[in-house]
């Protein structure tokens, strides 16, 4: 089984500093991570993946991550937010074999402040 | 490609009632998911189908919910005799079935308030 854990449930930062989410995962397979953005009312958008190759991936809106297998890690950052960044964040793992359902994390509350 | 739609998108309704919910995916997506978010969690895995055939359904499926998707195109979450309990956010979500598969694409989600 598959498990994912955000570190954060609420993280405040200003508008044009840097931010980083943290998600740790756990699982006895391998799988391929995702990070979605939830805005309020809406469902949930992809940001980015990763799959293989390079551990560091890059996603729309200036995000991006790093996956760490050492670590079980894939922390999302964005070097300068803004106002239109304050969103819900998940983490979420799929397994490579037999892909069927996302495995997600609790949430991150991304609040921007002016 | 006009993305997976739902329908309603909000519904309210009374302790003990029946409620219907509609998914529309993505066109010649094979995969259709239904997931429940409560509020302040994450979205967690209700059931699955490929094409017509429902593979998979998570142990939160009990007796009174059941999933249909009876063209292999659209699908249909019903809720029956409905409690406090089920008020939550119902996300449908579709995927090609080769090729990507692992990549969910989601609809705007069925907000259901059980008073």
């Known amino acids: 089984a598959q498990s994912v854990t955000q570190l954060d449930s609420q993280v405040p930062v200003f508008e044009e500093a840097p931010v980083e989410l943290r998600c740790n995962y756990s699982?006895?397979?391998?799988?391929?991570l995702f990070w979605y953005v939830q805005y309020p009312n809406q469902g949930l958008q992809l940001l980015l993946k990763y799959l293989s190759g390079s551990t560091l991936v890059k996603g729309i809106n200036g995000f991006e991550a790093e996956f760490n297998k050492s670590q079980t890690s894939f922390h999302l950052r964005k070097p300068s937010v803004h106002i239109s960044d304050t969103a819900e964040y998940f983490c979420?793992?799929?397994?490579?074999?037999?892909?069927?359902?996302?495995?997600f994390g609790q949430g991150t509350r991304l609040t921007i402040n002016p | 490609d006009t993305g997976v739609s739902q329908d309603p998108r909000h519904k309210i309704t009374k302790r003990g009632q029946n409620v219907t919910f509609r998914c529309d995916p993505i066109?010649?997506?094979?995969?259709l998911y239904w997931y429940r978010q409560t509020l302040g969690q994450g979205p967690e895995f209700l059931t699955y189908f490929q094409n017509e055939a429902q593979l998979e359904k998570s142990r939160l499926l009990s007796d009174r919910f059941s999933a249909e998707r009876p063209k292999g195109s659209f699908s249909t979450l019903e809720i029956q005799r409905t409690e406090q309990g089920d008020s939550a956010m119902y996300l449908c979500?579709?995927?090609?079935?080769?090729?990507?598969?692992?990549?969910?694409?989601f609809g705007p989600g069925t907000r259901l308030t059980v008073t």
């Open positions: 979420a793992v799929i397994r490579h074999q037999g892909a069927q359902k996302l495995v």
């Open positions: 979500a579709s995927s090609p079935f080769i090729d990507r598969e692992y990549e969910q694409y």
């Open positions: 066109s010649e997506h094979n995969r």
């Open positions: 699982s006895s397979v391998s799988v391929y």
